[in-house]
């Protein structure tokens, strides 16, 4: 009688961890599938790159239509005029790139403490959560800035901003970013336009912040170009690029 009862928990246990399996098997290929790309092995995911592809859109057709003298007619995504590459392909690169400077300034911010996890099905998880508060604040007429809701890739946008804004100012405090005397003194004259010609030590302080965000920028155009980006899905990514353009 032990036997059978030991061999019965036996079987049930190899069903558990068959199910399991299966459970696991299911959950996340779905979710790597949506992987398309990585920057230094940060993942980027479909849904980024589309985010990046909406936005190039009507910049990318415009160019296209201004350097060969289409109209909305002639115009296609996916020919090649005078055998460059395809405003599709242009517009994928370009989105690839532009994501990929979108991660690995989720990453700093990361590695900062600013942000706990930069993968994007958490990011949808953190624009809920602030939808969530956004929505509550408006039902107990308190105070909030911006709309009551986010679409998904307007949050994406307002989260890189101010994880920009956060780190510079992060960075700066602790010093790991900062200006020379001549440095703002040369920021200082290129811009005296910008600062109405008020003399410097008025203006002081907006020069250093100008300087600090010329600065970070710089900095995180260097890493860019230094970055390992790697494609790991190409047809997934077009598709996922098609469906945001055309």
Not at 117 to 134: G, L, T
Not at 169 to 188: F, P, T, V, W
Request: aromatic share 10%; glycine share 4%; hydrophobic share 40%.
């Amino acid at each position: 009688m032990i036997k059978k009862t030991k061999f019965k928990l036996y079987i049930l246990s190899a069903v558990i961890l068959i199910v399991a399996a299966g459970i696991l098997f299911t959950c996340f290929p779905g979710k790597n599938k949506r992987i398309v790309a990585v920057v230094n092995d940060i993942p980027i995911y479909q849904e980024e790159i589309a985010f990046a592809a909406t936005g190039l859109r009507l910049s990318i057709r415009n160019e296209w239509m201004n350097t060969y003298h289409l109209d909305s007619a002639g115009f296609s995504w996916e020919k090649s005029y005078n055998g460059e590459e395809s405003a599709l392909s242009s517009v994928m690169d370009k989105a690839v790139r532009e994501i990929a400077a979108d991660k690995l300034l989720q990453k700093l911010a990361q590695d900062e403490g600013l942000i706990k996890a930069i993968d994007y099905p958490s990011i949808q998880k953190q624009m809920e959560s602030e939808n969530a508060q956004r929505q509550e604040k408006k039902s107990n007429d308190k105070v909030f800035y911006g709309i009551t809701s986010f679409p998904e890739s307007q949050y994406y946008d307002y989260l890189n901003q101010n994880l920009r804004l956060q780190l510079i100012r992060e960075l700066s405090g602790d010093k790991s970013l900062a200006l020379s005397d001549k440095e703002m003194q040369e920021i200082y004259k290129e811009n005296l336009e910008y600062f109405q010609h008020e003399d410097f030590e008025t203006v002081k302080a907006s020069v250093e912040d100008l300087g600090l965000k010329e600065k970070f920028d710089q900095y995180m155009e260097d890493m860019l170009a230094k970055a390992d980006i790697q494609i790991k899905k190409p047809e997934v990514m077009e598709e996922a690029v098609k469906k945001a353009v055309m």
